[in-house]
Structure formats: structure tokens, C-alpha cells
Nanobody, 123 residues
Framework: VQLQASGGGVVRAGESLRLSCAAS????????GGWFRQTPGKEREFVAA????????AYADSVKGRFTISRDNAKNTAYLQMNSLNSDDTAFYYC?????????????????WGQGTQVTVSS
């Protein structure tokens, strides 16, 4: 199983980025997809999650209204559209997959993790 995250970079406050997470080695549509982020010295933080068919989503309060999670099961890929970025969004972003039928926020519910991609927002 492999999850390949991409799309990170350096942007200015107020700008946008779209992260992608390409999955291989499993039946992607059977899994809930999630995005998490972490900064040095802090706990890993839930960002967003999406159910297997895309109908159900969940967001951290800190990103609600600015970030949108989506998925394309035909492409085995999940996305995180991030708008109105600010310096608090600077972190290493990880994608993950959970076999739970529910849209879960706990990192412990996710079995597969990608290598992550760095997002840096300059003010």
C-alpha cells in the first residue's frame, strides 16, 4: 500500500493550494480518507475527512469554510483544497486512509499513512 501526497509549497497569506493524495495497492473506494497536519513540537492535528463515496465530510473548526476535502475514486485520489491560507496553516500535511465506515477524526483509526507534504504560508 502506498499513499503519495503532493501539492505542498510556499504561498503567501490569503492564497490557495490544493493537495493530492494518490493511493495504490488497495481498493481506495472502500476507505475513509483523511488529512492531518503537524508542526514541530506539536501533536498531530486532524484537518478533514471524507467518507467512501464523498457524501459525508468532517472538518476541524480551524479550517471549516476555508478547506474542502474531496475524492475521485476512479483516480484513487483524495484532495484537499485550501483557500485563504494563513500562517497558522503552516505544517506538514499527511493523508491517511481508514477502514472505518464512519468519517472519523482520530488518527488512531487510520491504518495507512502517506509521507506528507510541507505547506508554508508566509505573512
Amino acid at each position: 500500500v502506498q499513499l503519495q501526497a503532493s501539492g505542498g509549497g510556499v504561498v503567501r497569506a490569503g492564497e490557495s493550494l490544493r493537495l493530492s493524495c494518490a493511493a495504490s495497492g488497495l481498493t481506495f473506494r472502500w476507505y475513509t480518507g483523511g488529512w492531518f497536519r503537524q508542526t514541530p513540537g506539536k501533536e498531530r492535528e486532524f484537518v478533514a475527512a471524507i467518507g467512501w463515496n464523498g457524501d459525508n465530510t468532517a472538518y476541524a473548526d480551524s479550517v471549516k469554510g476555508r478547506f474542502t476535502i474531496s475524492r475521485d475514486n476512479a483516480k484513487n485520489t483524495a484532495y484537499l483544497q485550501m483557500n485563504s491560507l494563513n500562517s497558522d496553516d503552516t505544517a506538514f500535511y499527511y493523508c491517511a486512509l481508514s477502514s472505518s465506515f464512519l468519517v472519523v477524526r482520530a488518527g488512531s483509526a487510520y491504518s495507512y499513512w502517506g509521507q506528507g507534504t510541507q505547506v508554508t504560508v508566509s505573512s
